[in-house]
């Protein structure tokens, strides 16, 4: 597609159950990051992936939190083991080498 | 890591009035970008600064890439009230990640 998408855009999910969030970032775009945004608040850096290097995982907040990518492709973010404070929305982005970056509609975790 | 600080954090207008809202950082940048997020969607990229001195405008808004290179202004004229949202800036040196700034929400009243 032309922009980068995400799924699901709605998730609802039980403590204590493992979810997975998908992006699809724009081809091409050989960076990747994922952010956390809770109600009302700013973007919290979760995970950024550049290219074929080592990715910077310094913004996940616990062991719970991880993410892959395959090559400069699809991504997922998984959650363990989900609490009530992981409630947020999650949005993916990707950039061009000239680093303007854009993001998806994000998907919406909602932990009961 | 690297720190912006966005300023103000909040904003309530009058229809036609024009707002201002800056960024500073602690490291010198050499991208400047700045984006609008409406409530229930993704930010969206409003305008992109790539030279210190560069003024660059987008319709109503206008930015700049400040001097020194740490530090960046966006200017709507004349709001409207499908100007409301939240408004982000970002930056980034060369080789590194993009760092956003807390946000601006704006409200603009009828």
């Known amino acids: 597609g032309a922009g980068v998408s995400q799924s699901p855009s709605n998730k609802v999910t039980e403590k204590g159950k493992d979810v997975e969030l998908r992006c699809d970032p724009i081809?091409?775009?050989?960076?990747l990051y994922w952010y956390r945004q809770r109600l009302g608040q700013g973007l919290e850096f979760l995970i950024y992936f550049q290219g074929n290097s080592a990715p910077d995982k310094s913004g996940l907040p616990s062991d719970r939190f991880s993410a892959e990518r395959t090559g400069e492709s699809v991504s997922t973010l998984t959650i363990q083991r989900t609490q009530q404070e992981d409630s947020a929305v999650y949005l993916c982005a990707s950039s061009s080498a000239t680093g303007e970056l854009f993001f998806g509609e994000g998907s919406r975790l909602t932990v009961l | 890591g690297q720190q912006l600080n966005q300023s103000p954090q909040s904003m309530f207008i009058q229809e036609g009035e024009d707002v201002s809202m800056n960024c500073t950082s602690s490291?010198?940048?050499?991208?400047w970008l700045w984006y609008k997020q409406d409530p229930g969607e993704g930010p969206v990229l409003l305008i992109a600064?790539?030279?210190?001195?560069e003024l660059t405008s987008n319709g109503r808004l206008t930015a700049q890439f400040g001097i020194t290179r740490k530090d960046s202004f966006l200017n709507i004229s004349a709001s409207i009230p499908s100007d409301v949202g939240i408004y982000f800036c970002a930056g980034r040196t060369s080789g590194s990640r993009l760092t956003f700034g807390e946000g601006t929400q704006l409200t603009v009243n009828p």
């Open positions: 600064l790539y030279k210190a001195g």
């Open positions: 081809s091409g775009h050989t960076a």
């Open positions: 490291s010198i940048f050499n991208t």
